[in-house]
């Protein structure tokens, strides 16, 4: 399996960034289970954080790492680090015309990009696709999380608003914990096509029924000329 690697910093203001909450399967009515309990201990934890507490969890984090993946937290609060995204791509997106073949091993391989707490789940997506020289509208493309609970694994689709590395260092280095993938979206697909593009569908589907009402006129037509012929034989003088 390849893996890339890519920068995706950017200046920022002094300011902290929060991850609206997760969303899993819910549990029955009743006593909520262990797993569910960790949701909304999580729930709890993608809230505001004081530069003190970012500060611990950079620390713990690095303490964990095992990779040399590390983050960095600088003066003003803004952290930087590395998240791995798998590509699962139902087919290999479309490179720009001038710049030939995409990377080998781009759908499917792990790749590693190194963003600040400040980028978001849009700017990741984009930065993916400029990697691989893909023109196709990011629109088309989203960035899910995959946790695993109780040996099941939830995957939602993030917004774009959300920040991939806050999440990482809520979750810990762990990939087994979480990890981020990127695939095509599953609802929704239409808006991610151009008016051109629509408009060539609707000429298709257009021909397609003029050609489809052509034979069954066809068919019925054929048909009435039997049934007709029929009639006129057991309607004949003797």
């Not at 611990?56 to 964990?64: G, P, W």
């Not at 493309?141 to 995957?155: G, S």
């Amino acid at each position: 399996m390849s893996s890339g690697y890519s920068s995706l910093e950017e200046d920022a203001e002094d300011f902290f960034f929060t991850a609206r909450t997760s969303f899993f399967r819910r549990a029955p009515q009743g006593k909520p289970r262990s797993g569910q309990q960790d949701v909304e201990k999580e729930k709890e934890t993608h809230s505001y954080l004081s530069k003190e507490e970012i500060k611990e969890k950079v620390h713990k984090y690095n303490l964990a790492v095992t990779d040399k993946l590390k983050m960095t937290l600088n003066s003003n609060g803004i952290y930087t680090g590395f998240i791995k995204v798998q590509m699962e791509l139902c087919k290999p997106p479309q490179p720009s015309p001038n710049s030939g073949k995409l990377s080998p091993g781009s759908n499917g391989c792990m790749n590693t990009l190194h963003i600040s707490s400040t980028n978001t789940v849009g700017e990741v997506i984009e930065a993916l696709l400029k990697k691989f020289l893909v023109t196709e509208s990011p629109a088309k493309f989203a960035l899910y999380k995959r946790c695993h609970r109780e040996d099941q694994v939830y995957a939602c689709k993030l917004s774009d608003r959300e920040h991939p590395l806050y999440l990482r260092l809520v979750a810990g280095p762990r990939t087994d914990t979480l990890s981020f993938v990127l695939r095509e979206h599953e609802i929704g697909e239409w808006e991610a096509f151009s008016l051109p593009e629509l408009q060539n569908f609707l000429r298709i589907l257009d021909k397609e029924e003029d050609e489809q009402l052509q034979n069954l006129k066809r068919r019925y037509t054929a048909y009435r000329h039997k049934l007709e012929e029929a009639l006129r034989e057991v309607w004949k003088p003797d």
